[in-house]
């Protein structure tokens, strides 16, 4: 009997050895009807890691204060939330909310006018832009190369004894790739499980598919158009899009916004100006501006009943993914 319980205790603990030892466990699957991604780059975990830490670190600003994680917070999907805009260094705002940040590797082109068109150069403009972080990018590599422990990380991540912005952005692009958002109980209900909405979530999905879907497409909830959706009927503090293509048809255009994880990421619109999803809809029912480059869709608003506009708030509350929210392996290391 003796001998039995202690080759028992003796397989356990060597099982627990091997886990502790292959290090942390990824958990970053989609549901198959997940459309192909734009940026498919195999899986390293010691770049993600690496790309990890440099999305938290300070190091990165002008005067180290201030981080990716600043900005894009998990608890919040990644967004800046309850900030309309973002704040950057020496208490420096900008003129757009921080949207939330997961899911990239199937978009085709970043920030809210579309002007980065790679996830790879994306961290680029943070990084460097006067008001966020201010630091010019041979200063951030020279910072690096500076510390012993990022010259060790990048040796273990790209076998590099120099560290050059092409480990940076590598690295960003390996973690930020991977910030994957799939699990909410809409993806569950999608997925057979018809009990994980309610008959009102249920109800309010089918009028998100009549009345919303024309833009905010599933699965990711976006069609990555740029649009104007009647928040203004002039344009004099940001012209939008037409600020990257200076076409007078793309005045006043933004990229349309996934809506997963929506509840979590307060304020809305690309100026953080709507405050709650109960706002949001009351601007599409009552609240349009008409504009020259207003869509189409939109010229009329989207008639809302009040049970619809409760309906469909909580089937947006059933977009959340709370697995991903306290996914420990996107988390400040």
């Given at each position: 009997?003796?001998?039995?319980?202690?080759?028992v205790?003796?397989v356990?603990?060597?099982i627990?050895?091997?886990k502790?030892?292959?290090?942390?466990?990824?958990?970053?699957?989609?549901?198959?009807?997940?459309?192909?991604?734009y940026?498919n780059?195999?899986?390293?975990?010691?770049?993600?890691?690496?790309?990890?830490?440099?999305?938290?670190?300070?190091?990165?600003?002008?005067n180290?204060?201030?981080?990716c994680?600043?900005?894009?917070?998990?608890?919040?999907?990644?967004?800046?939330?309850?900030?309309?805009?973002?704040?950057?260094?020496?208490?420096?705002?900008?003129?757009?909310?921080?949207?939330?940040?997961?899911?990239?590797a199937?978009?085709?082109?970043?920030?809210?006018?579309?002007?980065?068109?790679?996830?790879?150069?994306?961290?680029?403009?943070p990084?460097t832009?006067?008001?966020?972080?201010?630091?010019?990018?041979?200063?951030a590599?020279?910072?690096?190369?500076?510390?012993?422990?990022?010259?060790?990380?990048?040796?273990?991540?790209?076998?590099?004894?120099?560290?050059?912005?092409?480990?940076?952005?590598?690295?960003?692009?390996?973690?930020?790739?991977?910030?994957?958002?799939?699990?909410s109980?809409?993806?569950?209900?999608?997925?057979?499980?018809?009990?994980?909405?309610?008959?009102?979530?249920?109800?309010?999905?089918?009028?998100?598919?009549?009345?919303?879907?024309?833009?905010?497409?599933?699965?990711?909830?976006?069609?990555?158009?740029?649009?104007?959706n009647?928040?203004d009927?002039?344009?004099?503090?940001?012209?939008?899009?037409?600020?990257?293509?200076?076409?007078?048809?793309?005045?006043?255009?933004?990229?349309?916004?996934?809506?997963?994880?929506?509840?979590?990421?307060?304020?809305?619109?690309?100026?953080?100006?709507?405050?709650?999803?109960?706002d949001?809809?009351?601007?599409?029912?009552?609240?349009?501006?008409?504009s020259?480059?207003?869509?189409?869709?939109?010229?009329?608003?989207?008639a809302?009943?009040?049970?619809?506009?409760?309906?469909?708030?909580?089937?947006?509350?059933?977009l959340?993914?709370?697995?991903?929210?306290?996914?420990?392996a996107?988390?400040?290391?």
């Amino acid at each position: 009997m003796f001998r039995s319980v202690l080759a028992v205790l003796i397989v356990v603990f060597f099982i627990a050895c091997e886990k502790e030892s292959a290090g942390p466990q990824y958990n970053f699957e989609v549901p198959a009807y997940f459309p192909v991604k734009y940026y498919n780059a195999p899986f390293n975990a010691k770049q993600f890691e690496l790309g990890r830490k440099l999305f938290y670190d300070p190091i990165l600003s002008e005067n180290n204060t201030i981080s990716c994680g600043s900005c894009h917070q998990q608890s919040g999907a990644f967004a800046h939330i309850d900030h309309r805009v973002s704040h950057g260094i020496n208490g420096l705002v900008g003129t757009r909310n921080a949207p939330p940040m997961f899911n990239l590797a199937w978009m085709p082109a970043f920030m809210w006018d579309g002007g980065i068109n790679h996830i790879e150069t994306m961290p680029l403009a943070p990084i460097t832009n006067p008001v966020e972080m201010d630091l010019p990018m041979a200063t951030a590599i020279a910072r690096l190369n500076a510390s012993a422990e990022y010259k060790a990380l990048v040796k273990d991540a790209f076998g590099a004894n120099t560290i050059t912005d092409y480990h940076l952005f590598k690295a960003f692009a390996m973690f930020m790739a991977n910030i994957v958002s799939g699990n909410s109980r809409y993806d569950q209900y999608m997925q057979g499980k018809t009990t994980a909405l309610t008959p009102d979530e249920i109800a309010g999905k089918n009028l998100f598919m009549d009345k919303c879907a024309t833009c905010h497409r599933p699965p990711l909830f976006t069609d990555f158009s740029y649009r104007n959706n009647g928040l203004d009927s002039i344009f004099t503090d940001d012209t939008g899009r037409n600020h990257i293509t200076q076409l007078q048809e793309d005045m006043g255009k933004f990229k349309v916004p996934t809506l997963r994880n929506v509840a979590l990421s307060y304020p809305y619109m690309h100026n953080g100006r709507t405050e709650t999803l109960e706002d949001v809809l009351d601007h599409y029912s009552n609240g349009i501006k008409q504009s020259p480059t207003l869509d189409p869709a939109l010229q009329n608003g989207i008639a809302l009943s009040p049970i619809e506009k409760a309906n469909i708030l909580a089937f947006l509350n059933a977009l959340t993914d709370d697995d991903f929210v306290n996914n420990p392996a996107y988390a400040e290391p």
